[in-house]
């Protein structure tokens, strides 16, 4: 074998959502916390990303994350979020791949019936709470950090469609919310592709005519992603809703998002259409669950923000190896604008 590099790489995915976790061949990453390790891999080893996600080994709709030893004594373990585009602060459907590899796998120890452990994003620690049964991770809960409004019915002006009404919040990532019932949407499979293209330019126009600073750290991007939101249905304590995420470079999330749902939420909690303690069950575009709630309010700065939880299930669906041979012409592979919309 001439391979110079070999990374073990444990396929999962979340309610639909692909997270590859890297649990073998990087070893340890520079940095205090999980924010400094991710800017190291971004400012100086970012060929590592494009080497697991780029064609030809990864595609567009793949994730990955490098788990990684945690320096918080209060972290069972650490893990950096490695997407398409950009390295974010804070994922739900890939945080609940990487506690189901830790547990399934073996590299953290399983209790049955409930697991409970601390994990350090980026973002910050989250916690986690596995329902299991027969070695099988059935439910992971997390705890996110506090999410919150930066913007409430903003007017933009967007290519094509004009002027449209916006809300932007944050859960981890920062989101433009769209009403998709206001654009004719129906949030079905059938309009997937016309959903990507449509996503792209809002959020795009929604980052140059909107300001947006995370007021505890600078450094999280801004406007990344669009969410497009369906009508809620209300049925006693319990909402629920269908969505979809446009992520870069555009493509539809296949889980219902959990980091779009912690912001969703926060918009939801500020227009007085959920309360702390009510269910939020939203549903993706392939027809899958995450169940959220409110569990407490803060601020964030001078933000009010709310703490939500987020549950779903992961299936680990393939364990292998990747490598790179030194004569391989694609060390940090490439990409097509036939599936990824523009060439990176």
Same mark, same amino acid.
């Given at each position: 074998?001439?391979?110079?590099?070999?990374?073990?790489?444990?396929?999962?995915?979340?309610?639909?959502? &692909? $997270?590859?976790?890297?649990?073998?061949?990087?070893? %340890?990453?520079?940095?205090?916390?999980?924010?400094?390790?991710?800017?190291?891999?971004?400012?100086? *080893?970012?060929? =590592?990303?494009?080497? =697991?996600?780029?064609?030809? *080994?990864? /595609?567009?709709?793949?994730?990955?994350?490098?788990?990684?030893?945690?320096?918080?004594?209060?972290?069972?373990?650490?893990?950096?979020?490695?997407?398409?585009?950009?390295?974010?602060? +804070?994922?739900?459907?890939?945080?609940?791949?990487?506690?189901?590899?830790?547990?399934?796998?073996?590299?953290? *120890?399983?209790?049955?019936?409930?697991?409970?452990?601390?994990?350090?994003?980026?973002?910050?620690?989250?916690?986690?709470?596995?329902?299991?049964? %027969?070695?099988?991770?059935?439910?992971?809960?997390?705890?996110?950090?506090?999410?919150?409004?930066?913007?409430?019915?903003?007017?933009?002006?967007?290519?094509?469609?004009?002027?449209?009404?916006?809300?932007?919040?944050?859960?981890? +990532?920062?989101?433009?919310?769209? %009403?998709?019932?206001?654009? $004719?949407?129906?949030?079905?499979? %059938?309009?997937?592709?016309?959903?990507?293209?449509?996503?792209?330019?809002?959020?795009?126009?929604?980052?140059?005519?909107?300001?947006?600073?995370?007021?505890?750290?600078?450094?999280?991007?801004?406007? /990344?992603?669009?969410?497009? +939101? $369906?009508?809620?249905?209300?049925?006693?304590?319990?909402?629920?809703?269908?969505?979809?995420?446009?992520?870069?470079?555009?493509?539809?999330?296949?889980?219902?998002?959990?980091?779009? /749902?912690?912001?969703?939420?926060?918009?939801?909690?500020?227009?007085?259409? &959920?309360?702390?303690?009510?269910?939020?069950?939203?549903?993706?575009?392939?027809?899958?669950?995450? &169940?959220?709630?409110?569990?407490?309010? /803060?601020?964030?700065?001078?933000?009010?923000?709310?703490?939500?939880?987020?549950?779903?299930?992961?299936?680990?669906?393939?364990?292998?190896?990747?490598?790179?041979?030194?004569?391989?012409?694609?060390?940090?592979?490439?990409?097509?604008?036939?599936?990824?919309?523009?060439?990176?």
């Amino acid at each position: 074998m001439r391979w110079s590099q070999t990374f073990t790489v444990v396929d999962c995915h979340a309610e639909g959502e &692909i $997270g590859k976790v890297v649990t073998g061949g990087v070893f %340890d990453v520079p940095g205090p916390t999980m924010f400094d390790k991710m800017r190291h891999l971004e400012q100086h *080893r970012d060929g =590592l990303r494009k080497f =697991l996600l780029f064609e030809p *080994r990864g /595609t567009v709709n793949h994730n990955a994350n490098i788990i990684l030893p945690s320096s918080n004594p209060a972290a069972a373990m650490g893990f950096v979020i490695l997407e398409s585009t950009e390295y974010p602060a +804070m994922s739900g459907s890939n945080t609940i791949c990487v506690a189901t590899v830790l547990l399934e796998t073996g590299i953290l *120890r399983m209790t049955e019936p409930v697991t409970e452990l601390v994990l350090e994003a980026p973002g910050g620690l989250i916690k986690v709470t596995c329902d299991c049964k %027969d070695g099988k991770v059935r439910q992971v809960k997390f705890t996110n950090q506090p999410a919150f409004v930066y913007h409430l019915d903003k007017i933009i002006e967007v290519e094509g469609l004009g002027s449209l009404k916006v809300d932007v919040a944050y859960g981890g +990532m920062t989101y433009v919310h769209v %009403d998709a019932t206001a654009l $004719g949407l129906g949030l079905t499979r %059938d309009e997937a592709r016309d959903l990507c293209g449509l996503g792209q330019r809002i959020k795009t126009a929604a980052a140059a005519q909107l300001a947006v600073s995370h007021p505890e750290n600078p450094l999280i991007p801004g406007i /990344t992603q669009t969410q497009f +939101m $369906g009508p809620l249905r209300r049925e006693g304590n319990r909402v629920t809703a269908k969505n979809t995420v446009i992520v870069s470079p555009g493509r539809n999330d296949r889980s219902p998002c959990g980091t779009g /749902t912690c912001a969703r939420l926060a918009v939801m909690h500020a227009k007085k259409q &959920i309360k702390p303690g009510e269910i939020f069950d939203h549903e993706s575009l392939i027809g899958t669950h995450f &169940i959220s709630e409110i569990v407490g309010t /803060t601020k964030v700065g001078n933000y009010p923000a709310v703490i939500p939880t987020v549950a779903g299930q992961a299936w680990i669906t393939a364990i292998s190896q990747f490598g790179y041979d030194p004569s391989d012409p694609f060390p940090e592979g490439f990409t097509l604008s036939d599936v990824w919309l523009k060439a990176l």
